[in-house]
Structure formats: C-alpha cells, structure tokens
C-alpha cells in the first residue's frame, strides 16, 4: 500500500526533463495500534485516548497551520541548556580527568 502511494505520487510530480537522484525512507517498528506496548504507568483507559488527543492536536495543526500545537515532549521546545554541575566524571574516556594519587 505504501508503495502503491509512493508511485502515484512519482507519477504526478515525474519530469524527463529533470535528473532525479534514488532514495530510501526506512519505515521500523510499524505495527498494528491494537499491539501496542504498553509502559508501566499507562492505563488502558489513558491509551484509549491518546489517538483521540492525536486527532485532535492533527484537527487544529490542518486549520490553523503546521506546528500551531505541539506535543510537550517534541524536539525544539523552548530553549534547553545542559546543567554540567553534577555531571559525573569521565574517568574511562578522558585523560585530564583521571583522579591523582599523592
């Protein structure tokens, strides 16, 4: 089915006159929503309606424009800073962090 789309959409966009370059797109881990692994602290009733949420998080971003509403946990929220105070060292991957018996 998805090769079957992908043909249709070559054929409305195919020009001779262009020179086109081979491509992939790799698809993993697809599966049917009823096969879904569940987490620890998810309910069935919670699973239930997260594809309702899904429908209407698409349902705005179609109306109002891409992006409009976004999930919280998506890449490029807000601006993210790396704290380094409590980092752990890297004694097994850096030199001038080897501790110094005296």
């Known amino acids: ?11 409305r966009i195919f020009r001779t006159d262009y020179r086109y370059k081979k491509a992939g797109v790799v698809l993993m881990d697809l599966s049917d929503k009823e096969a879904r692994q569940s987490t620890l602290f998810e309910t069935s009733v919670r ?25 919280g946990s998506a890449a490029g929220i807000g601006r993210w800073v790396t704290r380094f105070d409590r980092k752990t060292p890297n004694y097994t991957s850096n030199w001038g962090e080897l501790p110094v018996a005296r």
Do not use: F, I, P, Q
């Open 1 to 11: 089915m998805l090769a079957r789309a992908a043909m249709w959409g070559l054929k």
């Open 47 to 71: 699973r239930l309606h997260s594809s309702e949420v899904m429908a209407v998080l698409d349902e705005m971003n179609s109306r109002y424009g891409r992006d409009t509403v976004r999930l």
